[in-house]
Nanobody, 118 residues
Framework: QVQLVESGGGLVQAGGSLRLSCAAS????????MGWYRQAPGKQRDLVAS???????NYGDSVKGRFTISRDFAKNTVYLQMNSLKSEDTAVYYC????????????WGQGTQVTVSS
């Protein structure tokens, strides 16, 4: 059974920092690209950052220079360090895992709320 369990969300003031964690189980971790996505009320779910099995990273334009994604293969965990948070970063953050070969199966976590007060 595949599980992606996010943690680390919460309420923070603008300019502050949070670190999100996503612990994966039930998958061969190195075979999956991992990503963080976010969805604000009334908006679509957008990519925040992704990291491949060889640790190639990609960031959404709005978070470049402020957020850092990383993964720990020993712990089957992916992290998102969020600095210089802004009110527009407020959203539910989801962890996603996508198999890096056919059939590119994708799994989602349950989401964690991040609220940035201005």
């Amino acid at each position: 059974q595949v599980q992606l369990v996010e943690s680390g969300g919460g309420l923070v003031q603008a300019g502050g920092s949070l670190r999100l964690s996503c612990a994966a189980s039930g998958i061969i971790f190195g075979w999956y690209a991992m990503g963080w996505y976010r969805q604000a009320p009334g908006k679509q779910r957008d990519l925040v950052a992704s990291i491949s099995g060889v640790e190639r990273v990609n960031y959404g334009d709005s978070v470049k220079g402020r957020f850092t994604i990383s993964r720990d293969f020993a712990k089957n965990t992916v992290y998102l360090q969020m600095n210089s948070l802004k009110s527009e970063d407020t959203a539910v953050y989801y962890c996603g895992a996508e198999l890096n070969r056919y059939p590119h199966t994708k799994y989602w976590g349950q989401g964690t709320q991040v609220t940035v007060s201005s």
